[in-house]
């Protein structure tokens, strides 16, 4: 059992933010076998092939995230990989900016990552590292790109939900729900632990807490003198990420776009190409194109190409127009 002990100043100074490059390193945990409950089966399915068929050597990234066993409690990861974010929604570039200019003191680990991988980092920082972000930008285009307005809405979708329990009943209620593994005790947070034990102090600094998509069923924190202390936890409503049930077609949305693009815009609960969307639509695939380019133009739709295929997946602006029209019926 880990105890974070919290002072005045540690509860004013807790916040909330997003990591699109957490989501990089936790969803690469989910490939290499962390997600024996296959939660995420829809989405490594997916991505699986489309990683085998590119031409890119991902090695740099996947050696730094290691995959101990099939334990939650396993598995730790490089704090120079994933430093807590310092803005509420950095974006990914963001991110990859703060990984460029890691000190080189800061490139060690306790993990079970390559020896040599890790000495190659050390021996040349900042080629190795420009590298490794390199890579990181290619996995994302490949993996998370397509998926990421609908994670992003879920996780949006946490934070204003927990940040409505912090205003109506301070700490304890915010964290009384936060994780069967976290509970809070006379301003102490109680986080479960099956090999670290004792208080952490956070003095002054706050905690920094972060939804994940991809750490389902552990939490991750990160507690040392470095970063800022923080907290990765699974956020409300994981479980129905990837449904991929296609959403009836909105009559209301049909009058104002047209029953064509309606249609395929609530077929797009998972992003798909266009003769893919043509046999699930019964339309022409020189329809959907035609469709699908009025969709873009109009921001609802976004294109991602991933090695030959051109794969169509909705914005947060088209994630909105099918909820908004799901919550009018």
Not at 176 to 191: E, F, R, S
């Amino acid at each position: 059992m880990i105890e974070i002990e919290f002072d005045r100043e540690d509860v004013a100074r807790t916040r909330f933010a997003l990591s699109p490059l957490w989501e990089v390193v936790a969803s690469v945990r989910v490939l290499k076998g962390a997600d024996e409950q296959g939660l995420h089966r829809t989405w490594t399915e997916q991505v699986r092939p489309r990683l085998a068929a590119s031409a890119r050597d991902f090695g740099a990234l996947f050696d730094l995230i290691p995959v101990l066993s099939r334990s939650p409690w396993t598995g730790s990861i490089p704090s120079f990989l994933c430093p807590p974010p310092v803005t509420p929604l950095p974006s990914l570039a963001m991110e990859l900016a703060t990984l460029r200019a890691t000190p080189p003191e800061l490139l060690t680990t306790t993990s079970a990552v390559p020896e040599a991988r890790m000495a190659a980092l050390r021996a040349s920082p900042a080629a190795r590292l420009d590298e490794l972000a390199e890579v990181i930008q290619g996995y994302w285009d490949l993996a998370l790109a397509p998926y990421w307005p609908r994670v992003l809405t879920l996780l949006e979708n946490d934070i204003r939900y927990r940040a409505g329990r912090l205003v109506d009943g301070g700490a304890h209620h915010l964290f009384a729900d936060l994780d069967p593994q976290v509970a809070w005790a006379d301003g102490t947070l109680q986080l479960a632990h099956l090999t670290t034990h004792g208080p952490r102090r956070l003095d002054g600094r706050g905690l920094l807490l972060v939804p994940s998509a991809f750490v389902w069923p552990r939490i991750f924190s990160v507690l040392g003198e470095t970063w800022q202390p923080s907290l990765r936890y699974p956020p409300r409503g994981v479980g129905d990420l990837w449904q991929s049930r296609p959403k009836p077609v909105s009559e209301a949305l049909a009058g104002v776009m047209g029953r064509s693009r309606a249609l395929l815009l609530a077929e797009l609960t998972a992003p798909a190409s266009t003769t893919e969307l043509a046999r699930r639509s019964s339309l022409t695939p020189g329809g959907v194109s035609q469709h699908l380019s009025a969709l873009r133009t109009a921001g609802l739709v976004s294109a991602h190409r991933a090695g030959r295929q051109v794969l169509y997946a909705r914005t947060r602006a088209g994630e909105g127009v099918v909820e908004a029209a799901a919550a009018g019926a």
